[in-house]
């Protein structure tokens, strides 16, 4: 059974950086797509960023371009987000994302996907 745990979210002012860590069990993240979405207040559930098995493609939202980063360990079966330059707007609910069934296009296939519970990032102006 895949489990992801989120951690690292939490308050910080406007300007500053966060790392968000997804340790996975149950599936390798070197085998699978992996992938950060974020959901604010009323809003829908968004793609910030995607790492296909390997490496070998990657995905940002425009919002996060060149501020954003999205990472993996192998050897702790982790992925991460490094946010810089952080604003208010990207104060959201931040989800990790396993798919098991790869890249297609610019991103995540969606089917077999298998979610986190979650960690909250909060940007204060």
């Known amino acids: 059974q895949v489990h992801l745990v989120e951690s690292g979210g939490g308050s910080v002012q406007a300007g500053g950086s966060l790392r968000l860590s997804c340790a996975a069990s149950g599936y390798t993240v070197s085998r699978s797509c992996m992938a950060w979405f974020r959901q604010a207040p009323g809003k829908e559930r968004e793609g910030v960023a995607a790492i296909s098995a390997g490496g070998d493609n990657t995905y940002y939202a425009d919002s996060v371009k060149a501020r954003f980063t999205i990472s993996q360990d192998n050897a702790k079966n982790t992925v991460y987000l490094q946010m810089n330059s952080l604003k208010p707007e990207d104060t959201a609910m931040y989800y990790c994302?396993?798919?098991?069934?790869?890249?297609?296009?610019?991103?995540?296939?969606?089917?077999?996907?298998?979610w986190g519970q979650g960690t909250q990032v909060t940007v204060s102006s």
């Open positions: 994302a396993l798919s098991p069934w790869g890249w297609i296009g610019s991103f995540c296939v969606a089917g077999g996907r298998h």
